[in-house]
T-cell receptor, first 118, second 114 residues
Framework: EADIYQTPRYLVIGTGKKITLECSQTMGHDKMYWYQQDPGMELHLIHYSYGVNSTEKGDLSSESTVSRIRTEHFPLTLESARPSHTSQYLC?????????????????FGPGTRLTVL | KNQVEQSPQSLIILEGKNCTLQCNYTVSPFSNLRWYKQDTGRGPVSLTIMTFSENTKSNGRYTATLDADTKQSSLHITASQLSDSASYICVVSDRGSTLGRLYFGRGTQLTVWP
């Protein structure tokens, strides 16, 4: 069982507010990810990190920012929330593992944060 | 364009029945394919992962198959239980190493009725 946590689980805020979504993992994984998921839709990668002080933007354009000061912590920040940011945000971490002759990553997901911006 | 398509979009079955979910992909070069189970309001949980050389993999009542030639995978659920109600997501990776990129399907929403 993976140990990856997200807080808050649910958040309702007004337009223009600054928010930070927290994500922590206790497994010592170097790789961490943030995904955005709307109901009935696929997950979209918005940010990822391959280690401390490493952050990259994902495939989906996002107005959020991330930081990776510690291995276990990967917070996501919205400076000024808008209704278009309403979505579910999922954090994941990964570690390489052997599968036969190949090395693959196994991603472990947190429970998600359901964000509603009014 | 790399894509992952799942069918059906939703499925309702009675408790105890079997079902099969489908996944077609165009991701290339292929590295591995995973099936995840996502309960409502929760993060996805990995069920199986298969690389190019693996045709089938089981995890309890879940059995995944992979045909890398036709780029198709299926997830078979045996003797369904109410707790199987969830979204099942097919995920394909185009590389198995540091630069691995994941492509997600939209999922099949399975509902198991008593």
């Amino acid at each position: 069982e993976a140990d990856i946590y997200q807080t808050p689980r649910y958040l309702v805020i007004g337009t223009g507010k600054k928010i930070t979504l927290e994500c922590s993992q206790t497994m010592g994984h170097d790789k961490m990810y943030w995904y955005q998921q709307d109901p009935g839709m696929e997950l979209h990668l918005i940010h990822y990190s391959y280690g401390v002080n490493s952050t990259e933007k994902g495939d989906l354009s996002s107005e959020s920012t991330v930081s990776r000061i510690r291995t276990e912590h990967f917070p996501l920040t919205l400076e000024s929330a808008r209704p278009s940011h309403t979505s579910q945000y999922l954090c994941a971490s990964a570690t390489p593992r052997s599968s036969g002759a190949r090395i693959t990553d196994t991603q472990y997901f947190g429970p998600g944060t359901r964000l509603t911006v009014l | 364009k790399n894509q992952v398509e799942q069918s059906p979009q939703s499925l309702i079955i009675l408790e105890g029945k079997n079902c099969t979910l489908q996944c077609n992909y165009t991701v290339s070069p292929f590295s591995n394919l995973r099936w995840y189970k996502q309960d409502t309001g929760r993060g996805p949980v990995s069920l199986t992962i298969m690389t190019f050389s693996e045709n089938t993999k089981s995890n309890g009542r879940y059995t995944a198959t992979l045909d890398a030639d036709t780029k198709q995978s299926s997830l078979h659920i045996t003797a369904s239980q109410l707790s199987d109600s969830a979204s099942y997501i097919c995920v394909v990776s185009d590389r198995g190493s540091t630069l691995g990129r994941l492509y997600f399907g939209r999922g099949t929403q399975l509902t198991v009725w008593p």
